[in-house]
């Protein structure tokens, strides 16, 4: 019996890429993406088949797991590695474990690998695609099946697409096991095996409702040479805002796989996103955000990041914002653009006053206010008697922050500290 080894932070960051294809837009973007051995042990509470494992913080844990699942088998595919002793788990888990794991999802820094997934591997006598995705368009969720799995998804969309069959399914009704196994047989899984197959469907689809997942992902479904129907592992997102009501699930989040920005802006309730540019924006609006973001890039610019402080910000939410912006060293100007309607402009420039004083920033803040309040808050702003360069026109604030970014930004490299506030 084959065992493999996998590093669970690559697991956590892969997501899936179906939802690039026509489903996309129907999907839900709100969610809670955790580890895969913490998926399979959520779908073990279902009744769900997957191999044996268990996860090692250390490279002595490796063996140890090792050692209990039995003999192994050497060799490499893919991102998942096998080997044929404990000691080799061992030496494995010293190159992987308290070290970034970079792939094309992590991105560049990569993601830091905590622990390993050490679990058998079964004989698959085929390998096939499943997922539950929500879909806009038919109103409810989809079974998204396929007799192609173990590979990459849209690969398959795009050279194979009859290969994919979807099943959509009446929220209300619940998904029947005539249809899960009917879906088992398009899909090509042998006919002893296509009521497991039906079983796991339905299953997983009970998962699915009741955990408020957005998305249900098996990569590969295996029927085993012995016919069993196994999730050979697992892919499972949870609607953010279910978390009142999903505190078992919510409490498996792991944030060392997160931006410490991003969890700081949630506390809050701001949205932050980061960038990799050095101009620093703060907003209200994802409509604002892209605009303020494209016209710093038409002025030669890169935003740093974009942090929207929706319609509810209070001061102490906007100087908050400031720490967060002004935390990455690569910000080298900050340019506020508020549109103000339910938020008032007053309401940002006590915050944008109380972070100038209180954080010292000595980086140039650009502030463009429009809308509810203005007058007021460009009095605050005036009467503070901070560095703050209030201007009107979008055109000429986008200009200036770029201005401000790249003076600033060849004074570090020359050494200089410059001074604006």
Not at 164 to 186: C, M, N, S, W
Request: proline share 3%; glycine share 8%; hydrophobic share 40%.
């Amino acid at each position: 019996m084959y065992k493999s080894f996998r590093s669970v932070s690559g697991m956590a960051a892969r997501a899936s890429k179906l939802a690039r294809q026509p489903i996309q837009q129907q999907q839900q973007k709100r969610f809670l993406n955790i580890h895969e051995y913490l998926s399979v042990d959520v779908m073990r509470k279902y009744g769900i088949n997957a191999p044996k494992g268990a996860v090692a913080k250390s490279p002595e844990e490796a063996f140890e797991v090792a050692k209990r699942l039995g003999h192994f088998s050497n060799g490499y595919k893919g991102g998942v590695k096998t080997f044929s002793t404990p000691e080799e788990a061992q030496y494995l888990a010293e190159k992987m474990i308290g070290h970034n794991l970079i792939t094309k999802q992590t991105g560049a820094e990569g993601k830091p690998c905590n622990a390993v997934y050490i679990c058998e591997r079964k004989y698959a006598r085929r390998e096939y695609y499943f997922a539950i995705l929500m879909d806009r368009q038919s109103a409810g969720p989809v079974l998204v099946a396929s007799s192609e799995g173990g590979m990459d998804i849209e690969t398959v969309a795009k050279e194979n697409p009859d290969a994919i069959v979807k099943l959509p399914v009446d929220i209300k009704k619940g998904l029947a096991f005539e249809d899960a196994k009917e879906l088992a047989k398009k899909i090509g899984i042998s006919n002893v095996a296509q009521e497991d197959a039906a079983h796991t469907f339905m299953n997983l689809y009970k998962l699915f409702t009741e955990r408020d997942a957005t998305q249900v992902e098996i990569n590969p479904l295996s029927e085993t040479n012995d016919h069993q129907v196994l999730c050979m592992d697992a892919k499972l997102n949870f609607d953010d805002n279910a978390e009142f009501r999903q505190k078992e699930v919510f409490e498996l989040r792991d944030f060392t796989q997160e931006d410490a920005r991003e969890i700081a802006a949630a506390k809050y309730n701001l949205n932050y996103i980061g960038l990799d540019g050095s101009i620093g924006c703060l907003v209200n609006g994802a409509g604002l955000a892209m605009a303020t973001m494209d016209i710093i890039q038409l002025h030669g610019g890169k935003p740093a990041n974009f942090l929207d402080v929706g319609g509810g910000a209070t001061p102490e939410a906007v100087k908050a914002a400031f720490e967060i912006i002004t935390s990455d060293p690569h910000v080298s100007s900050a340019f506020v653009n508020i549109f103000g309607g339910i938020m008032r402009c007053d309401v940002i420039a006590e915050g944008i006053i109380a972070a100038a004083k209180e954080l010292d920033l000595n980086i140039p803040l650009v502030v463009r206010l429009k809308g509810t309040k203005v007058d007021e808050a460009k009095k605050l702003i005036a009467e503070s008697g901070l560095r703050i360069f209030a201007v009107d026109d979008l055109d000429t604030a986008a200009s200036k922050a770029v201005n401000f970014s790249s003076i600033v930004t060849d004074a570090r490299k020359a050494g200089i500290k410059v001074q604006f506030s």
